[in-house]
């Protein structure tokens, strides 16, 4: 039988880890028998007691848990990727520590890999979170979907399941600066997708703040998608067409003897919209420089503190 390896970034989530370690624990038995576990979590610099229950679970379970502690917070995709060098299993799955995707859907999801898929999803069709919340992710995932990745299934996933062979390639790209869901479907592979609906955290607080809402948007954005850069340069044509046609009105307004578009106002609105539309575009420019920037200078995506293997 196979040997499943379970990853979970961890931030902030002391309260978490004890019900996460007894609900992965009892999970097991929804798996055909013979199935073996791994789990590697992954301390993505908490200033909680998040390391020392991470400690507690591995003492118990010393056989099957691998806890691996970063010097400082550098992300949950970050963090994912500092536990696959570590995930020994023929099947690696991606799960939160606040159990808001329910772990049962991992027997279902690891039946279809059994079929012959290499990368298998959990879509969410409905979040038991606040309407604000739910319209956030609902139009990030959305604008993705429309310019980005026109193949991410609707609603947008977390829980995730992919081969071996998915994670060897993820490895030996080294991405910078992406959104690990969707650099899975970026891949390429073929997958099936498993309907739920995200459930309401029940222990402690989210730590995905706006400012990271915003990072994650603007990276999927940079990462997967040129729309930004085709929309400044459609935007350009379109305002050298208006300037040229503007041109030809006041020539054509001066030789008939009409009066000229002139004046103060009308001057500084034109300066005051072309300087901004240069302002926004050298912005969507410099995000795409920034990251060229952060690739080309080789940094790890993470730093590990220490590992318990």
Same mark, same amino acid.
């Given at each position: ?51 020392? =229950? %991470?400690? $507690? ?6 056989? /099957?848990? !691998? ?8 992300? #949950? ?124 955290? =029940? %222990?402690? $607080? ?6 990271? /809402?915003? !990072? ?8 997967? #998608? ?84």
């Amino acid at each position: 039988m196979s040997k499943i390896t379970i990853i979970t970034p961890c931030y902030f989530n002391e309260l978490n880890i004890p019900v996460y370690a007894q609900r992965m624990i009892e999970n097991e038995s929804t798996f055909p028998e013979g199935v073996t576990f791994e789990y590697v979590l992954v301390d993505d610099g908490s200033k909680d007691n998040t390391w020392a =229950e %991470l400690e $507690k679970f591995h003492a118990s379970y010393p056989h /099957k848990v !691998k806890i691996i502690k970063l010097v400082r917070n550098f992300g #949950s995709t970050n963090a994912v990727y500092s536990a696959l060098p570590y995930a020994t299993g023929d099947c690696i799955a991606i799960i939160s520590a606040d159990l808001q995707d329910p772990p049962a859907i991992i027997a279902k999801m690891y039946s279809h890999w059994q079929n012959g898929y290499k990368l298998v999803l959990a879509n969410r069709t409905n979040r038991e979170e606040s309407f604000v919340q739910k319209l956030m992710a609902n139009i990030t995932h959305g604008m993705v979907r429309k310019w980005g990745l026109s193949n991410l299934p609707a609603g947008g996933f977390d829980l995730n399941l992919f081969d071996k062979e998915v994670r060897d390639v993820i490895v030996t790209m080294d991405d910078k600066n992406s959104f690990f869901p969707y650099l899975l479907i970026w891949l390429g592979y073929e997958y099936v997708s498993i309907p739920y609906v995200r459930q309401k955290r =029940e %222990l402690g $607080k989210s730590t995905y703040t706006l400012t990271k /809402k915003i !990072k994650v948007f603007v990276d999927s954005f940079v990462a997967f #998608s040129f729309f930004p850069i085709r929309l400044i340069s459609v935007l350009g044509l379109l305002l050298g067409s208006f300037s040229l046609i503007l041109i030809v009105v006041v020539v054509i307004s001066k030789i008939m003897g009409g009066v000229p578009i002139t004046g103060w106002s009308s001057m500084m609105a034109v300066i005051l919209f072309v300087s901004s539309f240069q302002m926004i575009g050298l912005g969507i420019i410099g995000e795409y420089v920034w990251r060229g920037l952060e690739s080309s200078r080789k940094r790890p995506n993470y730093i590990v503190d220490k590992v318990k293997q």
